[in-house]
């Protein structure tokens, strides 16, 4: 009203101005039905899965519409990194005077191939800068340190907007994958290459070879230890900076069982999941992630999925202070549960994963009721 001409506008009489915004839902509704987050007819605007999370998400409807057309069963990490990189969250992500040829040191010294054409593009930038936190390579200025901490801080509701993405479409190999992806940024680690020992931050390589002799490869291992035989394995190496590390990880032990259930009169199987931290001193919901940039809570994923024919069935996401009892439906239109599995994922720690058959669950109550 104030500054019709900034809008393109003549003058500010309402005959112009509702034909402008008329013009401006109409063009709206357009792009988002284009790019897949809503559907329309004429009495009616419905929103679809793309739609939600991007509005759950505070993400761009073209992010959202960009992973729609990107992500499938099978897509891998170095694919879902190009993808994260690629979200217009980081179209503004500066690339200053001559830092093109930071990029190319940089794309010289990381794991994964980038557009060497594009040096000067905001997203092949972000793509190395989250390349060299996986590997903590040295950053050339301290301007690539604050950029990373904002392309970090950003990922978190980008990567969960992928998880739900795929978690919608039953996907569970891209659904973990992805998962991965959040443990490597919050970690600043490689899943599939480092060790999640690398975690505690008071390992070294002499330590790690040592820990790896003895056929230790994880921390979920050496919390399963006594503190007696860790002391043995550790050796000369300073035991109070080693426990004290290692106090920062939890110890999470589940129960399940298998109850019936009487929902609005339809009688239907449901998980009952008891989740609890066994080592008392990390009864905090804090996570230990010393390579990210601002504080977070401990949350994990619920997967209930089947690994023979990578579907999933169920996603949830939980936190816990100490303990916690939550309860999953199986799905009603199964005729068996074989190959069924419910994982327990980390949002925050690499290695950490659980496994528990439903399938051997299911058999092992028949055989108990039997009996």
């Known amino acids: ?71 499938g069963p099978d897509t891998s990490l170095e694919m ?12 503004e992500l500066p690339v200053r005077h001559n830092e093109e040829n930071y990029n190319e040191a940089l794309s010289g010294r990381v794991r994964y191939m980038v557009d060497k054409n594009a040096l000067d593009d905001p997203h092949v930038k972000a793509n190395l800068l989250f390349q060299a936190h996986f590997s903590q390579l040295e950053l050339p200025i301290s301007d690539y340190v604050t950029d990373l901490k904002s392309v970090l801080d950003q990922s978190i509701r980008i990567i969960q907007a992928m998880i739900d993405i795929c978690a919608n479409s039953g996907w569970l190999s891209a659904s973990v994958t992805c998962m ?33 002799k003895r056929g230790i490869s994880t921390v979920q291992q050496l919390l399963d230890l006594p503190g007696a035989t860790l002391q043995a394995m550790i ?7 080693f426990f004290q590390d290692l106090q920062n990880f939890p110890c999470i032990r589940m129960k399940l069982k298998v109850e019936k259930k009487d929902i609005d009169g339809r009688k239907s199987l449901a998980l009952k999941i008891k989740l609890e931290k066994t080592n008392r001193k990390q009864n905090r919901s804090r996570a230990f992630t010393p390579r990210f940039p601002k504080l977070k809570d401990e949350a994990w994923w619920l ?57 051997e669950l299911v058999k092992s109550q028949l055989t108990e009721a039997s009996d």
């Open 1 to 71: 009203m104030v500054n019709p001409a900034y809008y393109g506008l003549e003058n500010a009489e309402v005959e112009m101005l509702n034909s402008y915004l008329s013009r401006l839902v109409q063009t709206t509704f357009e792009d988002l039905e284009d790019s897949g987050c809503i559907k329309m007819d004429e009495e009616n605007v419905e929103p679809l899965v793309l739609g939600t999370i991007a509005s759950q998400y505070y993400l761009s409807y073209m992010t959202v519409s960009m992973f729609g057309s990107n992500i």
């Open 80 to 91: 879902f990194l190009h993808i994260l990189s690629g979200a217009s969250e980081y179209d």
């Open 180 to 212: 991965h992806l959040m443990q490597m940024v919050m970690q600043g680690l490689w899943f599939d290459k480092d060790s999640s020992l690398q975690m505690l931050s008071c390992m070294n390589e002499d330590l790690l070879q040592s820990l790896r």
């Open 235 to 241: 050796g000369n190496f300073p035991a109070s900076r």
């Open 303 to 359: 997967v209930l999925g089947n690994t023979s024919t990578f579907a999933l069935y169920a996603l949830k996401r939980v936190s816990f202070s100490d303990h916690l009892v939550t309860h999953m439906e199986l799905p009603s239109t199964l005729t068996s549960v074989q190959g069924m599995k419910l994982m327990l994922v980390s949002d925050c720690y690499v290695g950490f994963e659980q496994e528990h058959s439903v399938e």
